[in-house]
């Protein structure tokens, strides 16, 4: 890692500072905000900041894919899922805590964050990324190498989990689908109900 | 040069509002996003221990990047969740009143 001059030390400091503040209040927005549709959209731009402290780190690849799959896709997902939930998005409907749960709360997570914050503080962290490093992040040929060559296999478990958890995921979405059709309830193990006359009758005409 | 220490301090602090949110919280959607903040925390912790303790290779790298990927999996399994709750019992709070009135 080549010295920066004071200057740029300076400005790299503030930089952090303003990621640092723009990500703590964003993401208290996101878990705040009264509509949650705005709070799914600033946990995407909270996300996005995040991406930008990656980058400070020299890790680009790492900003790449927090870009790509938190503010692109993770966020996305919770608004549309927020679209198909439409009493989610009614403020009224939702149950608020009560002051001593929320106090409860707000004491567990004040002290998690002081303890360990003041941890980070007080430990004699080293102050200088080492010599070398972004060469190690730079490298995406060096990355894919170690991902499909070296750890091939690792790759592949954590990729049949992935896909293990998107079949099922599948499937609990048509099994509930499947129940809510009641000729073909018998095949996932559940007594076919009785179909009431007036429903057969209305699915006769239609 | 940035000290590692506040970005441990920043990634502590996302951890903390994540286990706030997720204590205090009773909306799923809200409780979720509450877990994604605390991964988010996670993962900042990570790379900066990784980078500064100068053992930034490639393992850390890969590890993040499959940690970012199970947690797009993992939301797409929360939200799936959240559906059927919600076909269930007609919400998606945690503690609301009309729980018991299953359809």
């Known amino acids: 890692m080549q010295e920066l001059d004071p200057l740029l030390q300076l400005f790299e400091q503030v930089e952090f500072l303003l990621l640092a503040g723009i990500i703590l209040v964003f993401g208290y927005l996101a878990l705040e905000h009264k509509d949650i549709v705005y709070a799914a959209f600033f946990f995407g731009v909270m996300a996005s900041f995040v991406a930008g402290l990656f980058l400070l780190l020299e890790a680009p690849f790492i900003a790449g894919m927090q870009i790509a799959v938190y503010t692109g896709g993770i ?94 995921t599948l499937a609990l979405m048509k099994m509930e689908k499947a129940e809510t059709l009641k000729d073909i309830t018998a095949e996932f193990g559940v007594e076919a109900a009785p179909m009431p006359d007036d429903e057969k009758t209305e699915e006769a005409t239609n | 040069m940035v000290p590692l220490s506040w970005y441990l301090v920043v990634a502590f602090m996302l951890i903390g509002l994540g286990a706030y949110g997720m204590i205090v919280k009773r909306n799923l959607i809200r409780i979720l996003i509450g877990a994604e903040i605390m991964g988010n925390g996670v993962n900042i912790a ?58």
């Open chain 2, 46 to 103: 990570l790379v900066a221990f990784a980078v500064y303790g100068g053992v930034f290779s490639y393992t850390p790298q890969g590890l993040v990047i499959l940690v970012i990927a199970i947690a797009a999996a993992h939301t797409a399994l929360a939200l799936v969740l959240m559906l059927l709750y919600n076909r269930r019992y007609g919400h998606v709070d945690l503690g609301s009143p009309v729980q018991a009135e299953v359809k």
């Open chain 1, 75 to 168: 966020s996305a997902l919770i608004i549309f899922g927020v679209l198909l939930l439409p009493r989610a998005q009614d403020r009224t409907l939702e149950v608020l805590p009560s002051p001593r749960a929320r106090k409860i709360g707000l004491l567990l997570s004040a002290f998690v964050m002081a303890m360990s914050g003041g941890l980070a503080l007080v430990f004699p962290w080293s102050t200088d990324i080492p010599q070398g490093m972004p060469e190690y992040a730079q490298s995406l040929q060096g990355l894919a190498e170690w991902l499909w060559q070296s750890h091939g296999l690792y790759v592949q478990i954590i990729a049949l989990i992935i896909l293990t958890t998107l079949v099922g």
